[in-house]
């Protein structure tokens, strides 16, 4: 899973900088590191990683303005888990909705961290072992469930890591209801991913539906989970 996968850290606290690096570089990765956002968005010009751990609490522009920054943007649709020592609920919702993939608190175990990099790397979509053959129609765009590529009749529209994953699940099984708990199992999440999940839905819609408050394609059951009906 390592081999050749490429991480930018992005830490302010030097010595951590440095630990994460060595640590990541012995686990087989790549690693490039940065001091804070400015220094990040420099290598990001330069270089194009797998993923991108990023602390949150940076002088000067935020991990969580970066990340909001960049899915704003659309330029960059590469995993982003954040690292924080602010672990409360509402810290980790933040970050999902500024665009994060995942959310780590500090301290944590090096171990844990290696495991998440490597979940978020599996969640590019794999060939669906069931599910449509073909594209799947979205009112004027077509999702690609193998290459988990969403396409509108301008080009691409960048879908994040964890948005490309969602939208891959709930693709395989159209017209079918997933419960967030099915969806957690398939994005390789834990039970504490669930919020997280209506949070990626919030996202998602903003890019599929016409009036993301009235949804025409990725509705919510409630009580039950969501349910994608797609089509023209």
């Known amino acids: 899973m390592a081999d050749d996968c490429h991480i930018l850290v992005v830490e302010d606290d030097p010595r951590l900088r440095e630990r994460l690096a060595r640590y990541l570089t012995g686990e087989g990765f790549r690693v490039t590191a940065a001091g804070d956002a400015a220094d990040a968005r420099a290598k990001l010009r330069a270089i194009n990683p797998d993923l991108m751990v990023l602390d949150v609490m940076m002088p000067g522009e935020s991990g969580l303005d970066l990340t909001q920054s960049m899915r704003q943007e659309q330029k960059h649709s590469l995993p982003i888990l954040l690292l924080t020592a602010r672990g409360a609920p509402e810290d980790r919702i933040a970050g999902f909705e500024a665009g994060a993939d995942d959310y780590l608190g500090k301290p944590f175990e090096p171990r844990e961290l290696v495991l998440r990099i490597r979940a978020l790397l599996r969640r590019a979509p794999p060939p669906p072992a069931e599910g449509p053959a073909g594209p799947v129609r979205i009112g004027e765009a077509e999702f690609d469930v193998e290459r988990g590529e969403l396409r509108d009749g301008t080009g691409p ?45 919030v996202r998602l819609r903003r890019k599929i539906e016409a009036d993301p408050r009235e949804p025409r394609f990725l509705h919510t059951v409630r009580g039950r989970g969501y349910i994608l009906k797609p089509g023209a």
Not at 166 to 185: W, Y
């Open 157 to 201: 529209i960048r879908l994040t890591g964890g948005e490309a994953a969602l939208l891959t699940a709930l693709a395989r099984k159209p017209n079918e209801v997933l419960s967030r708990e099915d969806i957690a199992e398939a994005l390789g999440m834990d039970d504490s991913g669930e919020r997280a999940i209506d949070v990626q839905v």
